[in-house]
């Protein structure tokens, strides 16, 4: 049955591309960035793992991306850093405990491709996103449960956030 959804995602997610943005170069790159996605977040909630391959995807999305915009490239550049910088350095205070590796990876390859300005904006998405889904999460466990240890996976959320800010 997931299987099914995850397909129905692709399928989904493509299509409002291309209604978005027409038939181009850049709408093929955020429709295979948009795959990479889907499956990073479907890895990451069930197992808090992203997959590099999926960061490689996006990654070569973002270089071609920054191809076909070329005189743009500081903001292109600055999108890779930025954010990436920022969770880079929570992950670093944390010890690895407050955000995973793959998420920084993955907002240092979609910062690439869409600029520091939409990154940003994907960014403040994901926290405003997991926040509240997260929090009625906790709100609906049991009482009994214990809350050490929980993980939080990231990924899903900046993934929407990156969606989102590509579909405008």
């Known amino acids: 049955m997931v299987r099914f959804w995850t397909a129905l995602a692709h399928i989904a997610g493509w ?29 990451d909630w069930k197992r808090q793992m992203i997959p590099p391959v999926c960061n490689l995807v996006i990654l070569g999305s973002g270089i071609v991306n920054l191809a076909l915009h070329y005189r743009d490239w500081a903001q292109f550049l600055l999108g890779a850093v930025l954010v990436s910088g920022l969770l880079y350095g929570l992950r670093r205070c944390s010890g690895g405990a407050a955000i995973g590796g793959g998420d920084v990876k993955l907002a240092a390859a979609a910062g690439l491709l869409l600029g520091f300005r939409r ?50």
Do not use: D, N
């Open 15 to 43: 299509c409002l591309l291309f209604l978005c943005h027409g038939v181009q170069a850049t709408t093929f790159c955020y429709g295979v960035t948009t795959s990479a996605l889907i499956t990073l977040s479907v890895s």
């Open 119 to 168: 990154m940003l904006l994907a960014f403040a998405i994901a926290c405003i996103l997991g926040a509240v889904v997260e929090g009625v999460r906790t709100r609906w466990k049991r009482k009994g449960q214990s809350e050490k240890g929980q993980v939080v996976a990231f990924g899903p959320y900046l993934s929407l956030g990156i969606y989102l800010m590509m579909l405008f």
